[in-house]
C-alpha cells in the first residue's frame, strides 16, 4: 500500500509539473540547484533521478515564487520516498541524524557533555509543557533552560518534552519510520496531558501543530508566551533577520521576533530576500549530505547579503540556520533571536565542529 502511494504520489506530481509548468524562470532564477537545470517541466520530462532528490532542500521557495501556484518541491519529497522505498540508499548510512536511533549525533552530544534536563522543576498542576526542538536543546543548554524558567515563572509549566520532532525522518523519505515516530510522539503527549505547548523551533511548531490537531493541544511560539519588558538601551548593535523556510507561509515567527527585537531597542536592518523570498540557511532537507558544495554556497551567499545589509549581527529563531550560517561567518556575529532577547550571549562556530570530534574519537 505503501508503495504504491508514493508512487502514485510521484506520478501525479511530475504530470501536473509537466502539463502546466510555464517554464518562466522564476523558480529556477531564486534556486541555486533548480539554477543547474532548464526548468522543474524539463527535469519531470526526462524523470526525477535520485540524485536529483536529495540536491534539493526541500524549502518551498519554488512553490511561494510560482505564480500558478504549482510546487516543485513535492516531487523531489516523493522521489525520495520511492528511493527509500526501492532500496536505492542504504538506510544505515543516515542513521547517524535520525531520530528514532538513540545513538545519533544529537544524543550522542547531550551524553558526552551531560547535557540534560532532569534537574528542572515542575509545575505538577500545569498542562502547560515546553518542546525546546532537538537542536536548541542540544546546543544551548543556557537557553534552554532559560526559557523554561521564564515559561515557569510567568505562567507554570509542567515540564520540558526533550524529544525529536522527526522531521529528518520525512525529509529524508523513511515515510513509514516517521509516521511510527509521530505516533509514538503523539501517544507521549496525549499520556501526559498536555493542553498547550510551547515550541520555540518553527520546524516543531508547525510540524506538530498538524499532528496534534486531533488531540485539541494548543500550539504556541515562546514569542507569544514570554513576556519580553522593553529594552532600555540605547545603540544596540544593527541586526538583520534570516526568516527559516517552515515560516515562509505564515510568517508567524518572522512578525513575532521582528516585534520582539524592536521593542528591546534593536535596529533592525533587512537583507534583499526576506519572508517568502528567503532562501534556505543550507541545513534543510540534510542537503549538507549529498551536496555539500550546494550547501556551502547558499551559506556564503546569505552571509553575503547579511553584510550588505549593514548589520553587524545575523539573527534567525531558527537553531540550526544560526549553526549552519556561524560556521562559516568568520566577521559576523551569528545568534539566535533569543540570545538577544533573553541577554544570553553564546558563540556557535565551533558547535558543528565539536559535534564532529566526538565521532572522530570513537
Request: hydrophobic content about 35%; glycine content about 6%.
Amino acid at each position: 500500500m505503501a508503495c504504491n502511494n508514493t508512487t502514485g504520489n510521484l506520478q501525479t506530481d511530475l504530470a501536473r509539473i509537466k502539463a502546466e509548468c510555464s517554464e518562466c524562470g522564476l523558480c529556477v532564477s531564486g534556486c541555486a540547484f533548480l539554477s543547474e537545470n532548464t526548468s522543474p517541466a524539463e527535469m519531470a520530462r526526462r524523470g526525477i533521478s535520485k540524485e536529483d532528490a536529495y540536491a534539493c532542500s526541500l524549502c518551498a521557495k519554488c512553490r511561494a515564487v510560482c505564480p500558478l501556484e504549482l510546487n516543485p518541491m513535492g516531487m523531489f519529497q516523493a522521489r525520495r520516498e520511492q528511493a527509500i522505498q526501492n532500496q536505492e540508499l542504504d538506510a544505515e548510512e543516515f542513521n547517524y541524524f535520525m531520530p528514532d536511533n538513540k545513538d545519533n549525533v544529537m544524543s550522542t552530544y547531550r551524553r558526552y557533555y551531560a547535557v540534560d534536563y532532569n534537574d528542572l522543576k515542575r509545575d505538577k498542576n500545569s498542562s502547560v509543557f515546553f518542546f525546546p526542538g532537538c537542536t536548541l536543546m542540544t546546543y544551548s543548554p543556557a537557553l534552554t533552560r532559560e526559557i523554561y524558567n521564564r515559561i515557569r515563572w510567568q505562567q507554570g509549566c509542567g515540564g520540558i518534552i526533550t524529544d525529536c520532532c522527526g522531521l529528518p525522518l520525512n525529509q529524508m523519505g523513511f515515510r513509514y519510520r516517521a509516521s511510527q515516530f509521530t505516533d509514538s510522539l503523539v501517544t507521549k503527549i496525549e499520556k501526559l496531558g498536555i493542553k498547550s505547548l510551547v515550541t520555540a523551533c518553527p520546524n516543531c511548531y508547525y510540524k506538530l501543530k498538524k499532528a496534534l490537531q486531533p488531540l485539541g493541544v494548543r500550539l504556541f511560539t515562546v514569542y507569544e508566551t514570554i513576556d519580553f519588558p522593553p529594552g532600555m538601551q540605547i545603540d544596540l548593535p544593527r541586526c538583520t533577520i534570516h526568516d527559516s523556510c517552515p515560516d515562509r507561509f505564515d510568517g508567524l515567527f518572522a512578525a513575532q521576533a521582528r516585534t520582539a527585537l524592536r521593542n528591546q531597542g534593536y535596529k533592525l536592518v533587512e537583507m534583499a530576500n526576506i519572508l517568502r523570498d528567503s532562501p534556505c540557511c543550507g541545513s534543510g532537507g540534510q542537503v549538507s549530505h549529498f551536496r555539500p558544495d550546494l550547501a556551502d554556497n547558499l551559506v556564503i551567499n546569505r552571509l553575503t547579503e547579511a553584510r550588505n545589509s549593514g548589520a553587524e549581527i545575523l539573527v534567525s529563531y531558527c537553531m540550526s540556520c544560526v549553526l549552519n550560517f556561524a560556521r562559516l561567518a568568520t566577521d559576523l556575529k551569528v545568534r539566535h533571536v533569543m540570545n538577544l532577547l533573553l541577554g544570553i550571549d553564546e558563540d556557535y562556530s565551533e558547535v558543528k565542529k565539536r559535534a564532529a570530534a566526538i565521532f572522530a574519537a570513537k
